[in-house]
């Protein structure tokens, strides 16, 4: 997202500005410890009766182009990205940058963009060396991106004293990618304040991170909603019917904090990532995702909300191992759906559902770069869920989930 570190890989003209195109290939081969897998934080469920498949989880092309002032200064910024698979074609970003040149201080970006939201989000599927983002950040900012306006203000001239501190506040749909269009008034409002990574040379040691939060919400069509609340010293999923829901707000309220730690060398470097949020998540009965339309039932009649507290983390460790053509890889994440409630007290009776349940993952897995433009992962993620009293969750489901994936890219 920095155009200034942008490697331009074919210049197609110096007058007019510079484009550039670049891409990758991800086909993959998945086993599950059983068929029919929930493997939607995987790279998608598995069939009914199958538990092995060959895929192309993602294949990408990008092109950019760059508009430079006469002193070299960036002016315009323009970014169109397709994703194709088996699956078919999509529009991935499709957006546009213009940077104010007289103080330096502010960039505006307008289009398909990436959500300016923790580090996780920010990190493209070409470098993350796990092979999908974690589970909570799945759920909460499904497909990533979204449409909408963003202003970041990051003073940009050499000696500028907060030149490493980024902030960026966007206004988006808030549905994403997950969508057609926009289906209520209401809008996401992202800020994140970060800083760029900087060195302890002393320690050999760099560090960067920041802090995020959303504030956001989906307008209520029905008079019901659902909500969390203490019955009788017991947590439980309530009713509320009051014509007055209709057109109200049910909030989506995150709260994250981010940290990038990474030795500063290149042979045995290590690297640690790690991410906490939490905060109000509105869904439907049976799920947390964020709904990219409103959402309905078989029959098109449309269903209410509920609101749950969520937490979530994760923490990943990468150890290059020698040289930076082969890495070890382990990650774990949590996400918490419903923090009110735990184990066994999760139970239909109290109006819960899958939609409430915990899970952890554990992922490890070794990267090797074969050369400058193919590489490929082995990676395990063993996947618990929490034990309730609920039908498919008294014990931990069969899901593990093993991903053999390659990568070219140019």
């Known amino acids: 997202m920095d155009s200034t570190t942008v490697n331009h890989l074919l210049i197609i003209s110096k007058k007019y500005g510079s484009l550039s195109f670049s891409g990758y290939l991800q086909p993959q081969f998945q086993a599950a410890q059983s068929n029919g897998t929930q493997a939607e934080y995987q790279g998608g469920n598995f069939g009914e009766s199958t538990n092995n498949r060959f895929r192309l989880r993602r294949g990408r092309l990008r092109a950019d182009y760059m ?88 003073p940009r001239w050499k000696d500028a004293t907060l030149k490493n501190f980024v902030l960026d506040i966007g206004v988006y749909n808030g549905q994403g990618l997950a969508g057609p269009s926009e289906f209520d008034n209401s809008k996401d409002v992202i800020a994140r304040l970060s800083h760029k990574p900087y060195t302890f040379k002393k320690l050999g040691l760099s560090v960067a991170g920041g802090i995020s939060t959303l504030q956001g919400g989906l307008n209520h069509r029905l008079p019901v909603s659902y909500k969390m609340a203490n019955v009788n010293q017991n947590w439980t999923m309530v009713k509320d019917s009051s014509a007055s829901n209709i057109n109200k707000v049910a909030p989506r309220r995150y709260y994250g904090a981010d940290i990038q730690l990474a030795t500063a060398t290149k042979s045995w470097k290590s690297e640690l990532r790690a991410e906490v949020i939490s905060g109000l998540q509105t869904g439907t009965s049976t799920t947390s995702t964020t709904p990219g339309s409103y959402p309905t039932d078989n029959k098109s009649v449309a269903l209410p909300y509920y609101t749950r507290n969520f937490n979530g983390a994760y923490f990943t460790f990468v150890q290059t191992l020698n040289n930076t053509n082969n890495q070890l890889i382990l990650k774990y994440d949590w996400y918490d759906p419903n923090s009110k409630v735990k184990g066994m007290d999760i139970t239909s009776a109290k109006g819960l559902s899958g939609a409430d349940v915990r899970f952890d993952t554990f992922g490890f897995g070794f990267l090797h770069h074969f050369n400058p433009h193919f590489k490929a992962v082995l990676y395990y993620d063993v996947i618990a869920n929490e034990r309730t009293q609920l039908p498919g969750y008294t014990t931990d489901r069969k899901d593990n989930v093993f991903t053999l994936r390659t990568q070219f890219y140019f």
């Not at 002193?71 to 323009?78: I, V």
């Not at 088996?86 to 307008?110: C, H, P, S």
């Open 67 to 154: 508009l430079l002032t006469d002193d070299g200064s960036p002016s315009t910024y323009f970014v169109l990205q397709f994703d194709g698979t088996e699956q078919g074609v999509a529009i991935r970003d499709f957006w546009g940058r213009y940077y104010e040149n007289k103080w330096k201080l502010m960039y505006v970006t307008i289009g398909l963009s990436g959500r300016p939201f923790g580090n996780e989000l920010q990190l493209s599927s070409s470098v993350r060396e796990a092979p999908e983002r974690g589970r909570m950040s799945q759920i909460l900012m499904k497909s990533e991106r979204d449409l909408g306006a963003t202003f970041s203000f990051n």
